[in-house]
């Protein structure tokens, strides 16, 4: 399959909502109304040092995936670093080349501002998403917690 990979714009606004909707619902979960439109203008806003978001789609032109990523700063280097939020690919597309292209594009997107440094997690029982992780970075020993 070819995937292009693409910054969001105002016309991707309901692609971008299905496909992250059906991001939350892989995880169980959802978001009102309210996180949809203000997120959306996050994206919209064009701040780098923000959210930021690209969708994948394919030869046909159908939006078939979407990642996130933000920049913040970290204690132990003077450069900011690159969170993977939120990666999705439509069950149709997995397995076809566009996760890994979502995840390059954001690795392109960190090295353009010098910021080499991108982590992401997943849960331990996404073996799908995780056979591609395991390509194209390297698993940490860390373990995340979350305030009660």
């Not at 090295?111 to 998403?129: C, H, I, K, P």
Request: aromatic share 14%; proline share 3%.
């Amino acid at each position: 399959m070819s995937v292009t990979i693409n910054l969001l714009t105002p016309d991707d606004e309901s692609e971008w909502r299905r496909l992250w909707g059906l991001y939350l619902a892989f995880y169980e979960d959802k978001a009102p109304d309210e996180i949809y439109r203000n997120t959306w203008r996050r994206l919209m806003a064009g701040d780098t040092e923000d959210i930021n978001g690209l969708i994948a789609k394919d030869e046909t032109g159908a939006s078939v995936g979407l990642v996130h990523y933000l920049f913040h700063p970290h204690c132990w280097q003077p450069e900011k670093i690159c969170y993977l939020q939120d990666l999705y690919v439509d069950d149709n597309a997995r397995g076809k080349g566009a996760g890994r292209a979502l995840i390059e594009a954001v690795y392109e997107a960190a090295d353009a501002l010098g910021r080499s440094n991108v982590y992401w997690m997943t849960q331990e029982f996404n073996f799908t998403a995780r056979y591609l992780y395991d390509r194209v970075a390297t698993v940490t020993p860390f373990i995340k917690y979350k305030r009660n």
